[in-house]
Nanobody, 122 residues
Framework: QVQLVESGGGLVQAGGSLRLSCAASGRTFSSYAMGWFRQAPGKEREFVATISPSGSTRLYADSVKGRFTISRDNAKNTVYLQMNSLKPDDTAVFYC???????????????WGQGTQVTVSS
């Protein structure tokens, strides 16, 4: 069992930056692929980024490539999402998730955090 808690969301102006953190409980964090997803009002949850257990493989949605960076610190049981050049379209609740595969499909992830709100003003 893994429990995930996101933090770092907030209100930022367009062009600004935020760093999201997701702290995991349990001693098996380093064995899980970790993903970030987001859900805007009235829209389905969508893939943002994912990272393999060792950190050697990272995948990004086209919409965030070059602006967002996913990283992890297995010693701290934490995964991060550095978000730069934020746009109003990035406004959403951001969720972290843990799973056994480095995939983009939300249903393939087994554990989810409660989410953190990111609002980008124009």
């Amino acid at each position: 069992q893994v429990q995930l808690v996101e933090s770092g969301g907030g209100l930022v102006q367009a062009g600004g930056s935020l760093r999201l953190s997701c702290a995991a409980s349990g001693r098996t964090f380093s064995s899980y692929a970790m993903g970030w997803f987001r859900q805007a009002p009235g829209k389905e949850r969508e893939f943002v980024a994912t990272i393999s257990p060792s950190g050697s493989t990272r995948l990004y949605a086209d919409s965030v490539k070059g602006r967002f960076t996913i990283s992890r610190d297995n010693a701290k049981n934490t995964v991060y999402l550095q978000m730069n050049s934020l746009k109003p379209d990035d406004t959403a609740v951001f969720y972290c998730a843990a799973g056994n595969w480095v995939v983009v499909t939300p249903s393939r992830y087994d554990y989810w955090g409660q989410g953190t709100q990111v609002t980008v003003s124009s």
